[in-house]
């Protein structure tokens, strides 16, 4: 199997997911969960994505579809569309799994998961993070991991957008 071709079987849904998550269960692998649309991949993403890594053996990454960060963030947005996106992530070392989903929360996904950890940005409270429910019915942590300042998508478009007016 090539490099690329690892990369891409990251990038996983429906029965074959089902089949990861049931094998990871079995192993009793610790596993985390995070989401986001990481649309332009950054320094503060990979700080973020490795902290939340480092809380466990199995790090799933629910990606918001192109039609959800449309919903969320505006017409816009995405820059970079949801394969591209998942591509990205999936070739981060640490990243176990990318599951695109297509509602505006990771609800769902979360309840399919059931992971032992989840977490997010200290943007949020821990009791305001979608999924906290889930967690703590089932005696899981939700964790918050503290954001790199300076880095966002949103101010990167900014920048590019500043420069491009130059």
């Known amino acids: 199997m090539t490099q690329f071709e690892i990369v891409k079987s990251k990038i996983l849904q429906g029965e074959e997911f089902a089949r990861k998550l049931a094998y990871w269960r079995f192993k009793g692998y610790k596993i985390v969960?995070?989401?986001?649309?990481?649309?332009?991949?950054?320094a503060g993403h990979v700080e973020y994505l490795s902290k939340a890594a480092s809380e466990g053996d199995i790090l799933i990454i629910g990606l918001n579809s192109d039609d959800s960060v449309r919903r969320l963030k505006g017409a816009s947005r995405p820059i970079n569309n949801q394969d591209a996106r998942a591509l990205l992530i999936a070739s981060l070392g640490f990243v176990s799994a990318v599951v695109i989903?297509?509602?505006?929360?990771?609800?769902?996904?979360?309840k399919t998961v059931q992971p032992d950890i989840l977490i997010k940005g200290s943007d949020y409270k821990p009791k305001e993070i979608v999924g906290y429910d889930i967690l703590t019915a089932k005696g899981g942590?939700?964790?918050?991991?503290?954001?790199v300042e300076g880095f966002s998508t949103t101010s990167i478009e900014q920048k590019i957008l500043e420069k491009k007016s130059l």
């Open 101 to 110: 989903f297509g509602e505006d929360t990771p609800y769902e996904l979360i």
């Open 141 to 147: 942590l939700v964790k918050t991991v503290d954001l």
């Open 33 to 42: 969960f995070t989401n986001g649309c990481f649309d332009i991949l950054h």
